[in-house]
Each structure stands twice: as C-alpha cells, then as structure tokens.
C-alpha cells in the first residue's frame, strides 16, 4: 500500500508532515485494526514511527504510538485537543453531556463539582454498601464445568450498579427494564448502522436513552429530599466550596453516563485477572492465601493497600487488556505532536491497549508477570505514561479508586468462596472489535471451596 502523507505542514514551519498507508477512503485499515490491533500497531511504528495516519471507521486518523506522545495528547497543554467532538462520533447521541463529553472551561466546571462525589467519605460508603450484595451475587453462584464467569461478572457488576449507583429498591421486572435498556444504550455506540432504523442497535440505543432519562427524571426529586450513600444521591448533593451544584438535567446525564464508565470496564478488568489466575494457579493460589490471611470475609476501606497481590495482578491484567482500548480527541486548531503537524479537524487516537506491548516500554510484553509491578521492579515508572489505562490529564478517569475498590473487594470474596481453573492449552479468544472481551465468555471449572473466610 502506497505512502501518504496527511497534509503539508505550514511553510517555513519546522514541522514534519504525517505519513501513512491509509488505505480505501472511509474504509482503510479498519478491519485489520478490530481483528488484529496489536500486528498493526507494531507494522506502522515500525514503518512511519509514533506518529501515523490511515482510515479508521470513516474518518483519517492520525494514531500517535508509545508514552511521549500519549503524554503531549492527553496533557493537552495548548488546549487543541477536544474530547466532545471525538467522542460523540461513537457515543453522542445515548451519553449525551456526560461529562468525558465536555471541554475546557465548561469540562472543569463539572468536574469540579463531580469530584465531590467521590471523596474518600463517599468511597467508603459505597464500599461499605456494595460489600453485602457482592457476597450475595456470589453466593448465587452455581459450580460447574465450561461455567462462564465473563457472563457472571457482567451481571454482578450491573446488580451492583443498581444498588450502590442508584440506591433505589428495583423489583426484578423494573431492574431489568432499566438494565435492558443501558445495555441497548452501551451497544449502539458500535452500530455498524449508524442512524436510526427501527429494530437496529442505533433505533434501540435512542430509545433506551429516553428510559434512562425518564427513570432518572422520575426518581429525582425523592432522592435531592431523602438523600442517601450512593452515587446518585452524592450527585445531587455535590456541592464546590464556591457553590456551584448540578442542575437536575446535569444529574440524570451524570448518571447515565457513569453507569456506562463504570460497568464494562469493571466486568473486563475483573474477567481478565480471573483469565489470567486460571491460566496461573500459582498466582490465584498467591491471592487466595493473602486474602486468608486477612482473616475477614469482606475487605473494609482499611484493608483495601494492604491487598498487595490483588493490586499487582490488577495492575498487569489492566495493563494486559485497556478496558478503553482507545482514547479518541479531535484537532480543534493547527497544533504538532513530537514535531509533526496536526492540521485543525484531525481526529488523533491515543491508542492505549497496544501502547501497553510495545517492547521498546516493557521487557516480555506478551508475558504475564504481575511481579512487575513490585516495589523492587515498578517497570510502570519507566515513563509517566507507560501504563495508562485510565488515561491521563483533565479527564483522567475520576472512577480509579473506586474501580480499584470495587474490583478488590469482588475478588476477595470470589477467592474465598471458589477456585476456578481452565485447561492448560486453553488460550482465551478475545473480541477487540468493541470493548476488549472473551468471545466465548470465558468458560471455567469452578469449584465450591469448603471453607470461606
Ligand atoms: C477499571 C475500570 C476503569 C477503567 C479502565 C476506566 C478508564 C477510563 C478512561 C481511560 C477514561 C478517560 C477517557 C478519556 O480520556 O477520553 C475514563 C474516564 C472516566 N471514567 Fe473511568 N474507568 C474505569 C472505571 C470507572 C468507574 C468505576 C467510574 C465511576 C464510578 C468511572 C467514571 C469515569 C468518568 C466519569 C470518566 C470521565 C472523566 C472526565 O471526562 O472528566 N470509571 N475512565
């Protein structure tokens, strides 16, 4: 395929134009990037370097590979680069304003207010509040050969947003209103048809956007009079030092979106560390005996760094598999990555899940090796931006502790209640063509341990 190069960059500037094989108009490298995105990745660095351009999903594309120019993207130090723009193409119409949609001053203001609802106060309480349903999630679970822990988890973590993001008594009839209708909103964002014909994902992804809206909007004023230890509650009551509070549509938008930023990225970090434990009994068995030790069958706030193999292979895993494999911004001025020139209206991809092979950054990437991630090694520290999925600068994931809190304290209580194991020439087949995840669920043998805690 021939070289191209993106644009002229200004003359008399320094600036170096951006190369690329791009492929078909609209089409390119589309396929071959879902279906094997780590051979591209290391074709085009090796060919044209960090910064690259071809067609992705209709639009020309600039990738920028390895932590250098991850860090200049998300760093964002001469504001050029916008999230709204980028984002909304894939997601606007069913997490509209959600707040990773939102730029600059308008971004901060938001972000400001939302920090309150997630304070160290406030993460205890959701973690005192979700401990008691994961036990009772878990519980439910039945022991079996070619058990799918993928389709397990995915439930668990969609129960427990009920419970601990919401805080409101659903009936099941309700609750699976309300989670059909997130799922069909989370789906449409990889319509492959991306306008609305009834009976397609787009068509269904809007409806179920006005179901969201309606239940919030229902729920809302009960919940700014009574208040409560969820999320939903902390939204409304957030507050800045200044004054400044969500309106009530800030609120339901808010809320649609963190629902959809929270639940597959848990459910993916959470079934590529039990992926990674079966396939290494040694370190599952590493897990099980620190979580033992403890003594308690469900961690509080406390214990949460003291659960140092846990954090480990959360690390790897995370870094392994980027729950949000790509990190889209759009051009919003004539700007220049690591000297090349970006012209004003180039959607640029920060594309985090190959970034975290590259060999250059990471001795034996394809190797799990949690012990990386040790005080003594801390490979991590090799640059700011080496390990980063959960992205960096102003929109650096505000759900990190929580995450970390939530996928420890479900992976206690699973290492005392089960040991799960799959054959040993067993390789998952992962889906990269959305959200990375198992095509096949994950089947397991899962076993009844005798004693819990
Ligand atoms: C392991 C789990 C998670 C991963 C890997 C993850 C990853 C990310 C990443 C990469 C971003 C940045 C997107 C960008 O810059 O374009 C982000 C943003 C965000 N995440 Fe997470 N996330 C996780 C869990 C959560 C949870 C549990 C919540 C809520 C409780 C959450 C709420 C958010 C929100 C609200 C944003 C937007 C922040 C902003 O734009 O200011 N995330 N997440």
């Given at each position: 395929?021939?070289?191209?190069?993106?644009?002229?960059?200004?003359?008399?500037?320094?600036?170096?134009?951006?190369?690329?094989?791009?492929?078909?108009?609209?089409?390119?490298?589309?396929?071959?990037?879902?279906r094997n995105p780590f051979g591209v990745a290391r074709e085009r660095y090796d060919q044209f370097g960090e910064v690259s351009w071809g067609w992705l999903l209709g639009q020309r594309t600039v990738t920028v590979q390895g932590p250098e120019a991850a860090e200049t993207v998300l760093i964002n130090r001469d504001k050029a680069f916008a999230n709204g723009p980028a984002w909304s193409y894939f997601i606007g119409p069913f997490f509209y304003r959600g707040i990773m949609l939102l730029d600059f001053e308008e971004h901060l203001h938001h972000r400001r207010i939302m920090q309150q609802a997630f304070t160290q106060k406030r993460l205890r309480a959701y973690l005192d509040a979700m401990a008691p349903s994961i036990g009772k999630?878990?519980?439910?679970?039945?022991?079996?050969?070619?058990?799918?822990?993928?389709?397990?988890?995915?439930?668990?973590?969609?129960?427990?947003?009920?419970d601990v993001f919401m805080g409101i008594e659903l009936d099941r009839a309700e609750a699976d209103r309300v989670n059909g209708a997130f799922i069909d909103a989370v789906r449409a964002g990889t319509a492959y048809v991306r306008f609305p014909v009834p009976g397609l994902r787009w068509h269904k992804g809007m409806k179920a956007r006005k179901v969201l809206e309606e239940f919030f909007k229902s729920n809302l004023p009960a919940k700014r009079r009574d208040g409560g230890d969820d999320l939903f509650a902390a939204l409304c009551e957030a507050?800045?030092?200044?004054?400044?509070?969500?309106?009530?549509?800030?609120?339901?938008?808010?809320?649609?979106?963190?629902?959809?930023?929270?639940?597959?990225?848990?459910?993916?970090?959470?079934?590529?560390?039990?992926?990674?434990?079966a396939k290494h009994p040694e370190w599952q068995e590493r897990l099980r005996e620190e979580s033992q030790a403890l003594g308690k069958p469900v961690l509080s706030f406390e214990d949460l760094d003291s659960m140092v193999s846990i954090d480990m292979v959360m690390?790897?895993?995370?870094?392994?598999v980027s729950p949000v494999p790509a990190l889209p911004r759009r051009a919003v001025k004539d700007t220049s990555i690591l000297g090349y020139h970006i012209p004003a209206g180039t959607t640029v991809v920060v594309p985090q899940l190959t970034n975290h092979y590259m060999s250059e950054w990471w001795p034996d990437p394809e190797k799990f090796d949690p012990g990386r991630f040790s005080g003594e090694r801390r490979e991590d520290k090799v640059h700011k931006y080496a390990w980063s999925p959960f992205g960096g600068g102003a929109h650096k994931c505000i759900g990190l502790h929580f995450a970390g809190m939530q996928v420890k304290s479900i992976l206690h209580q699973l290492l005392l209640r089960y040991r799960w194991s799959v054959p040993a020439r067993y390789e998952w087949p992962l889906d990269t063509t959305s959200l990375p995840s198992p095509k096949d669920g994950l089947p397991v043998r899962l076993e009844r341990l005798e004693n819990t805690a």
């Amino acid at each position: 395929m021939g070289t191209r190069l993106l644009a002229a960059p200004p003359e008399g500037s320094e600036l170096k134009p951006v190369r690329g094989a791009p492929g078909l108009p609209y089409i390119g490298n589309t396929l071959q990037v879902m279906r094997n995105p780590f051979g591209v990745a290391r074709e085009r660095y090796d060919q044209f370097g960090e910064v690259s351009w071809g067609w992705l999903l209709g639009q020309r594309t600039v990738t920028v590979q390895g932590p250098e120019a991850a860090e200049t993207v998300l760093i964002n130090r001469d504001k050029a680069f916008a999230n709204g723009p980028a984002w909304s193409y894939f997601i606007g119409p069913f997490f509209y304003r959600g707040i990773m949609l939102l730029d600059f001053e308008e971004h901060l203001h938001h972000r400001r207010i939302m920090q309150q609802a997630f304070t160290q106060k406030r993460l205890r309480a959701y973690l005192d509040a979700m401990a008691p349903s994961i036990g009772k999630g878990l519980d439910a679970w039945e022991p079996a050969r070619g058990f799918k822990v993928y389709d397990h988890l995915k439930q668990l973590t969609l129960d427990l947003a009920t419970d601990v993001f919401m805080g409101i008594e659903l009936d099941r009839a309700e609750a699976d209103r309300v989670n059909g209708a997130f799922i069909d909103a989370v789906r449409a964002g990889t319509a492959y048809v991306r306008f609305p014909v009834p009976g397609l994902r787009w068509h269904k992804g809007m409806k179920a956007r006005k179901v969201l809206e309606e239940f919030f909007k229902s729920n809302l004023p009960a919940k700014r009079r009574d208040g409560g230890d969820d999320l939903f509650a902390a939204l409304c009551e957030a507050q800045t030092d200044d004054g400044d509070r969500f309106t009530d549509e800030d609120v339901v938008n808010h809320m649609i979106f963190a629902l959809m930023a929270a639940h597959d990225t848990t459910t993916i970090t959470l079934t590529t560390m039990a992926y990674y434990l079966a396939k290494h009994p040694e370190w599952q068995e590493r897990l099980r005996e620190e979580s033992q030790a403890l003594g308690k069958p469900v961690l509080s706030f406390e214990d949460l760094d003291s659960m140092v193999s846990i954090d480990m292979v959360m690390k790897e895993s995370l870094r392994l598999v980027s729950p949000v494999p790509a990190l889209p911004r759009r051009a919003v001025k004539d700007t220049s990555i690591l000297g090349y020139h970006i012209p004003a209206g180039t959607t640029v991809v920060v594309p985090q899940l190959t970034n975290h092979y590259m060999s250059e950054w990471w001795p034996d990437p394809e190797k799990f090796d949690p012990g990386r991630f040790s005080g003594e090694r801390r490979e991590d520290k090799v640059h700011k931006y080496a390990w980063s999925p959960f992205g960096g600068g102003a929109h650096k994931c505000i759900g990190l502790h929580f995450a970390g809190m939530q996928v420890k304290s479900i992976l206690h209580q699973l290492l005392l209640r089960y040991r799960w194991s799959v054959p040993a020439r067993y390789e998952w087949p992962l889906d990269t063509t959305s959200l990375p995840s198992p095509k096949d669920g994950l089947p397991v043998r899962l076993e009844r341990l005798e004693n819990t805690a």
